[in-house]
C-alpha cells in the first residue's frame, strides 16, 4: 500500500492543527512520548517535527509534505513547492507578524536608528534580508529563546512573532517595524508533489482542511416563512451565495435555509422574527467546500 509521509508541526501550532484536521475529518492521536501520531488513515504517515525544520525535511524528500509557517519556509530558504495557504495560528484565523522591536525608553525609532547596532533574533536570515533591503548595517544574532528579555542589556532591538503583541508590551517593548507576515502554509516536496497518488492525496487533504477553514465561524441557519413575508426575510439575510427556498407541505409556506457568519446572528435573527420568520434554527458547520 502506498503511503503518505505528513509532517505535523510540534509545538506552538500543534494543537490549532491537530483540531483543524479534526474538524476536517481526520482523528489523529498524539501519544505523550510519541514522535509519530496515529491517524485514521492507513495511506498516511504522521511525524511530529518542529515547525522551524518542517520545510527542510520536506525539502530532502523526508516527508512527502507538512504544514508549517510561512516564515520558515523563508528562513530556511527550502525549495519546496506551497501548495495551500492555511490562515490559522496557535490563538486564532489571522496571520502572525514577525517585529522590530525596541524598549519603551528607547531612543530608537525606525530601523536606520539601529545602524551599527545588536539584533537578537530567531530569524536570523529573514533578519539580515530585512536590514539589507533598506540600507541598514546591524549585527544579528541568533536567540535560542526568551528574545522578549534579552533588550536592552543582550540587544538594543529584537525581531520576535507576535500575534497580538501583548507579551512584548508585557515586557515593555514597542514595536516599531513589521519585518514579515506570515501565515500557516501547506508544503509538498518538489518530487513529491509530480507523483500523481501523491498529488492526489495532498489535494483531498488541502481540500478538507480548506472546507474546515471556511466553517471557521459561519453557522447554518433555517426557518419556515410564509410566501407573503419571503421577500421581507430575503432583504435581511446575507448569504455565501443566495439563500435555499424550498416548499413546504403546507401551501403558502416555505423553507428559508442560509450559511452566515456566526457574529451576526444576534442581530439579524431577532429582525427576522420581526418579520414573520418562524422556527428558526442555527447549526454549527464542520466544513464549506465551494
Known amino acids: 500500500m502506498s503511503t503518505l509521509k505528513l509532517g505535523l508541526p510540534k509545538g506552538s501550532l500543534q494543537d490549532a492543527t491537530l483540531r483543524m484536521f479534526k474538524k476536517a475529518g481526520y482523528s489523529i492521536q498524539v501519544s505523550e512520548r510519541s514522535y509519530t501520531p496515529s491517524i485514521d488513515d492507513d495511506e498516511i504517515g504522521c511525524m511530529l517535527v518542529r515547525a522551524q525544520e518542517m520545510a527542510r525535511y520536506v525539502e530532502a524528500g523526508a516527508l ?7 516564515d520558515w519556509v523563508v528562513e530556511s530558504q527550502a525549495s519546496v513547492e506551497e501548495v495551500a495557504e492555511l490562515c490559522y495560528a496557535k490563538q486564532g484565523l489571522r496571520p502572525v507578524k514577525w517585529v522590530l522591536a525596541v524598549p519603551r525608553s528607547s531612543p530608537y525609532y525606525s530601523v536606520q536608528d539601529l545602524e551599527g547596532q545588536r539584533i537578537a533574533t530567531e530569524v536570523v536570515h529573514i533578519a539580515k534580508e530585512y536590514l539589507r533591503s533598506r540600507g541598514v548595517n546591524a549585527e544579528v544574532e541568533f536567540s535560542w529563546g526568551a528574545t522578549e528579555a534579552k533588550a536592552p542589556r543582550l540587544a538594543d532591538a529584537i525581531i520576535e512573532i507576535t500575534e497580538t503583541g501583548s507579551s512584548l508590551e508585557a515586557n515593555n517593548l514597542r514595536i516599531i517595524d513589521t519585518v514579515l507576515e506570515s501565515t500557516t502554509r501547506f508544503i509538498a516536496n518538489q518530487q513529491s508533489w509530480q507523483d500523481p497518488w501523491k498529488r492526489q492525496k495532498m ?52 423553507a428559508v435555509e442560509t450559511i452566515i457568519e456566526e457574529k451576526v446572528v444576534r442581530d439579524i435573527l431577532p429582525r427576522l422574527k420581526r418579520v414573520g420568520a418562524q422556527g428558526l434554527v442555527e447549526y454549527p458547520l464542520n466544513k464549506i467546500v465551494p
Open 203 to 254: 489535494e483531498g487533504i488541502v481540500t478538507m482542511l480548506r472546507g474546515a477553514l471556511r466553517a471557521e465561524h459561519m453557522v447554518g441557519l433555517k426557518m419556515n416563512v410564509s410566501q407573503s413575508d419571503l421577500d421581507e426575510v430575503l432583504k435581511i439575510l446575507p448569504a455565501l451565495r443566495r439563500p435555499t427556498v424550498s416548499s413546504l407541505s403546507e401551501e403558502g409556506w416555505v
Open 64 to 70: 512527502d509534505c507538512g504544514l508549517t509557517g510561512r
